[in-house]
C-alpha cells in the first residue's frame, strides 16, 4: 500500500541555519503530497502541499518539490528561527480513498 | 483558510464512563471527516472515515463498538468513546476534507482533543 518514510530522528539546529527534512514515498497512482506541522499540544496544521510531478509548495519560508523521479518530497528553510520548533509531518493523499498515509514526523528543535 | 474546531480540548474521565468528543467545520461543508489517534511521540494512526449520512469505515484492529462514530450533518462528527479504560487514554485528533478546496485533497485538523482515562 502508500507509504511515506520520514528521516529518523529529532533534528536540532541553531538558529538561521538551513533545514533539510527528507521524504520519500511509495505509492501506485499519482498521489497529492503534503507537509504537516504541529506545534506543541496542538493538531496538524497544513504547511504546504503540491499535487504533481515538478509541483513546488512553499509556505512560510519553507519549500518542497514533488520529485516523481525520485518519489521523493523533502523540505527546505533556508534560515530557521526559534518559533519553527515543531514535529513535521511528511504525507500523502490518494486520490481513490481520500485518506492520509503519515511518515512518522520529525522533531525539529532549533536553539537561539 | 479552513477552520475545523473540536470539543472539549482536554478531558479527563473514570474509568467505565464514556466520553463524546465533537468535530466541526466552522466554514466549510464537510461530506468526510476523518478521525485519528496519536500516541506520545508518534504519528497518526487513522481511526475511521466518517461519512455525512451513512456509517463510518473503521481501520482495521479499531473497535467500531468502542469507538463510536457519528456524521449526523455536513459540519459535525462526533466520536464517543464507550467504557473507557486508560489504555484508552491519548490524543484525538479529527480532519475534515474540504470538497470545495482544490485539487489535492486537502485535509484540515482540529487541534485535538487529550483524553485521559484515570
Known amino acids: 500500500g502508500d507509504s511515506v518514510t520520514q528521516m529518523e530522528g529529532p533534528v536540532t539546529l541553531s538558529e538561521e541555519a538551513f533545514l533539510t527534512i527528507n521524504c520519500t514515498y511509495t505509492?501506485?497512482?499519482?498521489?497529492?503530497l503534503f507537509w504537516y506541522v504541529q506545534y506543541p499540544g496542538e493538531g496538524l496544521q497544513l504547511l504546504l502541499k503540491?499535487?504533481?510531478?515538478?509541483d513546488k509548495g512553499s509556505n512560510k519560508g519553507f519549500e518542497a518539490t514533488y520529485r516523481k523521479e525520485t518519489t521523493s518530497f523533502h523540505l527546505e528553510k533556508g534560515s530557521v528561527q526559534v518559533s519553527d520548533s515543531a514535529v513535521y509531518f511528511c504525507?500523502?493523499?490518494?486520490?481513490?480513498?481520500?485518506?492520509?498515509?503519515f511518515g512518522k514526523g520529525n522533531q525539529v528543535v532549533v536553539i537561539p | 483558510g479552513a477552520v475545523v474546531s473540536q470539543h472539549p480540548s482536554r478531558v479527563i474521565c473514570k474509568s467505565g464512563t464514556s466520553v463524546k468528543i465533537e468535530c466541526r467545520s466552522l466554514?466549510?461543508?464537510?461530506?468526510?471527516m476523518f478521525w485519528y489517534r496519536q500516541f506520545p511521540k508518534k504519528s497518526l494512526m487513522l481511526m475511521a472515515t466518517?461519512?455525512?449520512?451513512?456509517?463510518?469505515?473503521?481501520e482495521q484492529g479499531v473497535e467500531k463498538d468502542k469507538f463510536l462514530i457519528n456524521h449526523a450533518s455536513l459540519t459535525l462528527s462526533t466520536l464517543t468513546v464507550t467504557s473507557a479504560h486508560p489504555e484508552d487514554s491519548s490524543f484525538y485528533i479529527c480532519?475534515?476534507?474540504?470538497?470545495?478546496?482544490?485539487?489535492?485533497?486537502?485535509?484540515?485538523f482540529g487541534p485535538g482533543t487529550r483524553l485521559t482515562v484515570l
Open positions: 505509492a501506485t497512482g499519482y498521489p497529492s
Open positions: 503540491a499535487t504533481k510531478a515538478d
Open positions: 480532519s475534515a476534507r474540504d470538497p470545495a478546496g482544490g485539487p489535492g485533497d486537502t485535509q484540515y
Open positions: 466554514d466549510f461543508q464537510a461530506t468526510t
Open positions: 504525507a500523502l493523499s490518494d486520490h481513490g480513498n481520500n485518506r492520509l498515509a
Open positions: 466518517s461519512n455525512e449520512g451513512s456509517k463510518a469505515t473503521y
